[in-house]
């Protein structure tokens, strides 16, 4: 049984090459040639660029990358559809037709004009990736970084640790949701009554006290 897997995956690697080679010649023309050529694994480079094909082992998944040679900025095919509002399909090519069809969509994409000038190095384009790229990048961390926050309010709300509460709905800034506004607003209520049970009375002035 494992034989036939493994000989079945020879067969899809194998198909997954020549796909890949029949239907980017173009790249030739482009000024790239083939560097490496391994089980799953393609890539082509050109004076400023590095195409790599993958072919996942586990996923079965088919994708694409770009390195610049002159900067070292690596990016996915993905990331390049993103700049257009789109989004690839996610799909297991378990089966030549599979394979084909996953390989003619990246050949769409990336003869595209747009394409294209990725692949003959334009810096200008390269540059507009790169920073949509670490847009994205930096909102992922920030939106990850306020959920880390919410939950740490929330937390603290459930433990009735009211400065906790107080402290991370400040952390979140103004962009509060109607009831964190309100858990904020109770907290700081909560912690104004404590500090009032523990201030200690005031002394009555001499003038007020009543002599018996």
Known sequence: MANSIDDNRLELNSFFSQCIQRNFLIL??????LTKNSPGFMQYESEHIA????????????????LSLVTGFKFSIDDFL???????QFRAATSPPVIEKCVLEMRDVLVSEQGKELLCGI??????????LLERLQKHFEEAKLGEIEKKAHAAWLHKDYHGVIKAYKLLGRDLTAIQ?????????????????????KPVPPSKLVIR
């Open 123 to 132: 810096t200008d384009y390269c540059n507009v990736i790169e920073h949509n």
């Open 28 to 33: 030739q023309t482009l000024g790239f040639r």
């Open 51 to 66: 195409l790599m094909f993958y072919y996942e082992r586990l996923s079965y998944e088919i994708y694409a990358s770009v």
């Open 181 to 201: 506004k309100k858990r904020l607003e109770l907290a700081e209520k909560a912690v104004q009554n404590i500090m009032n049970l523990e201030r200690p009375p």
């Open 82 to 88: 993103i700049l257009d509002g789109k989004k690839r």
